[in-house]
């Protein structure tokens, strides 16, 4: 059973079986899929070089739409065309992060630096966006109602496994939120 983040004179330290990291991983990569776009390949280098993505259209997705909102509200002229200036960018960074904090559950011990714990957390903040899409989490209330459920035994549906893992990631989330902020002022370890 996973150990809440802690921190420690080594960092940020918690502890993962492997169910758990494998959970963790496959989330990661069903987020990395539906953030990468088919085609990229074919658009102007120049463009991609930037960060401009000329075919960039508002998610239909309302989860893909919850990881990248729109940054205009009530103007929707604006809000694609700012779109098409810092999706590829903002898709990029997101995969990127999903990516590198994959690659930090290889142990069952996982120990991290500020900078991955914040990396981490990112990633773990863009499943628990997509999963609150799917259980249809609009409030802190909705939210609520679904924390009194905690026992796997009990996932006889889609949704009752999705509120399982989605109050799994939550608390990953604030064990780790907590470990940041109780390393706050605290030198990093190796400095």
Same mark, same amino acid.
């Given at each position: /059973?996973? $150990?809440? +983040?802690? =921190?420690?004179? $080594?960092?940020?330290t918690?502890?993962?079986e &492997? &169910? ?7 989330l +990661?990569e069903d987020?990395?899929s ?7 390949? !074919? ?11 000329? $075919?960039?259209?508002?998610? @239909? ?10 940054a205009?509200? =009530?103007? !929707?002229?604006?809000?694609?065309? +700012? ?8 898709? @990029? !960074?997101? %995969? ?19 900078e991955?714990?914040?990396? +981490?957390?990112?990633a %773990? =903040?863009? %499943? ?9 989490? @609009?409030?802190? @209330? ?7 459920i905690d026992?796997?035994?009990? &996932? ?6 999705? &509120?399982? %893992?989605?109050n799994? /990631? ?6 780790? /939120?907590?470990?940041l902020? !109780? ?9």
């Amino acid at each position: /059973m996973a $150990k809440a +983040f802690r =921190n420690t004179r $080594k960092g940020i330290t918690g502890e993962l079986e &492997a &169910a758990e990291r494998d959970l963790i991983r496959r989330l +990661f990569e069903d987020i990395i899929s539906m953030l990468e776009r088919e085609g990229i390949a !074919d658009e102007d280098p120049l463009a991609a070089m930037v960060g401009l993505d000329s $075919k960039a259209v508002k998610p @239909e997705d309302s989860a893909l739409l919850r990881l990248l909102p729109d940054a205009v509200k =009530n103007d !929707d002229g604006e809000a694609l065309e +700012f779109r098409r200036l810092t999706e590829r960018s903002l898709r @990029e !960074d997101k %995969v990127a992060a999903l990516r590198a904090s994959s690659l930090l559950l290889e142990q069952s011990h996982v120990q991290l630096t500020a900078e991955q714990a914040r990396l +981490f957390a990112r990633a %773990v =903040n863009d %499943v628990r966006l997509v999963l609150a899409d799917r259980l249809k989490i @609009e409030t802190d @209330e909705d939210a609520q109602a679904l924390h009194g459920i905690d026992d796997w035994s009990q &996932a006889e549906d889609l949704d009752t496994y999705l &509120a399982l %893992v989605y109050n799994f /990631m939550t608390w990953l989330q604030e064990t780790l /939120m907590q470990a940041l902020l !109780d390393g706050l002022g605290r030198p990093e370890s190796g400095s």
